[in-house]
T-cell receptor, first 111, second 110 residues
Framework: RKEVEQDPGPFNVPEGATVAFNCTYS??????FFWYRQDCRKEPKLLMS???SGNEDGRFTAQLNRASQYISLLIRDSKLSDSATYLC????????????FGKGTLLTVNP | NAGVTQTPKFQVLKTGQSMTLQCAQD?????MSWYRQDPGMGLRLIHY???????DQGEVPNGYNVSRSTTEDFPLRLLSAAPSQTSVYFC?????????FGPGTRLTVL
């Protein structure tokens, strides 16, 4: 099983749609979880951290299920500007520094 | 703050040439790392450092060397470039948690 697995995508959705990304991780000792966003030919940037209690930032909601080793990201009312690749990121075991990245899921929001 | 800077932005090498990719950060972060990103492979960790004088190997270290003589700088050296090292290279730094990435170096090895 790969360390971090994401929906392969790509996702093509119309503006205003709700889209969900799923991710699973294999290392039960992982402590930190993130979603990063990467625009075409740019560097990855942190979108949001993911906490066990779930967290929301505007139109974005992230959830973590430690028992199932599963992370999700929900985008509501999607905008054209949400078009990007979304990367699921998990810390490596007991380290808060070393991160393992999923391969990413490409989202295209269409007018 | 400039954040994380990388030079050069683009580079073309011939097989067997050596070069150094530069990375610097001005956020006083202890942790720095180098990744390569290839189509369909995602970001893979090459080497990382938890502080000046301390480096360790990541997932794909072969063909690369690093050193960390200062907190600010973390250069990546390609010893003898191979076509398989054609990739986009990202440097990142962090304190705890969020990693801040540089803009990347696009390297082509012919």
């Amino acid at each position: 099983r790969k360390e971090v697995e994401q929906d392969p995508g790509p996702f093509n959705v119309p503006e205003g749609a709700t889209v969900a990304f799923n991710c699973t991780y294999s290392n039960s000792a992982s402590q930190s979880f993130f979603w990063y966003r990467q625009d075409c030919r740019k560097e990855p940037k942190l979108l949001m951290s993911v906490y066990s209690s779930g967290n929301e930032d505007g139109r974005f909601t992230a959830q973590l299920n430690r028992a199932s080793q599963y992370i999700s990201l929900l985008i509501r009312d999607s905008k054209l500007s949400d078009s990007a690749t979304y990367l699921c990121v998990v810390s490596s075991g007991g380290s808060n520094y070393k991160l393992t990245f999923g391969k990413g899921t490409l989202l295209t929001v269409n007018p | 703050n400039a954040g994380v800077t990388q030079t050069p932005k683009f580079q073309v090498l011939k097989t067997g040439q050596s070069m150094t990719l530069q990375c610097a950060q001005d956020m006083n972060h202890e942790y720095m790392s180098w990744y390569r990103q290839d189509p369909g492979m995602g970001l893979r960790l090459i080497h990382y450092s938890v502080g000046a004088g301390i480096t360790d190997q990541g997932e794909v270290p072969n063909g690369y060397n690093v050193s960390r003589s200062t907190t600010e700088d973390f250069p990546l050296r390609l010893l003898s470039a191979a076509p398989s090292q054609t990739s986009v290279y990202f440097c990142a730094s962090s304190y705890v948690g969020e990693q801040f990435f540089g803009p990347g170096t696009r390297l082509t090895v012919l």
